[in-house]
């Protein structure tokens, strides 16, 4: 019988995301959660709940305001694309080939939730890389 050897990811990714998600778990999603973060400082919460009883339909607005005034909140990146961007990067030169703008437009699209194209366009480019390079940095 196999024994179980422990978590298979580098030190250097699980300790990367260990920080990313202690530094995202507090952070509000959207409006949402940041009126609900005031009425409970201010005690306004408990005082609906008090007169409203507990279901007073905060949560559903909650959601609801999440959901329409969402922040821009980037997803964690995988141990695969962690290791692909932080190879990547460091290469970088001045040309990046078209294999590598895809895969990083490819990154960026899931991480930012956004729909860029990989383009020619050098400067253009370079914002999806500036992106993700601060984002890698930034838990490092």
């Known amino acids: 019988m196999e024994t179980f050897k422990g978590d298979k990811r580098t030190k250097e990714y699980r300790e990367w995301k260990a920080k990313f998600d202690s530094e995202t778990s507090n952070q509000s999603a959207g409006l949402g959660d940041t009126i609900e973060k005031i009425t409970e400082a201010t005690g306004i919460k408990k005082a609906v709940k008090f007169i409203a009883g507990e279901d ?60 860029k194209k990989a383009t020619s366009c050098g400067s253009c480019f370079r914002s999806i890389i500036d992106a993700l390079r601060r984002l890698m940095n930034e838990y490092n």
Do not use: W
Request: proline share 2%; hydrophobic share 30%; net charge positive.
């Open 56 to 115: 007073c339909g905060c949560d559903e607005r909650k959601a609801k305001l999440n959901k329409i005034f969402r922040y821009e909140k980037p997803e964690c990146l995988t141990e695969e694309e962690y290791n692909y961007l932080a190879q990547e990067i460091a290469a970088i030169k001045n040309v990046v080939s078209g294999d590598v703008q895809k895969r990083m437009t490819q990154i960026y699209n899931r991480v930012f939730h956004q729909n």
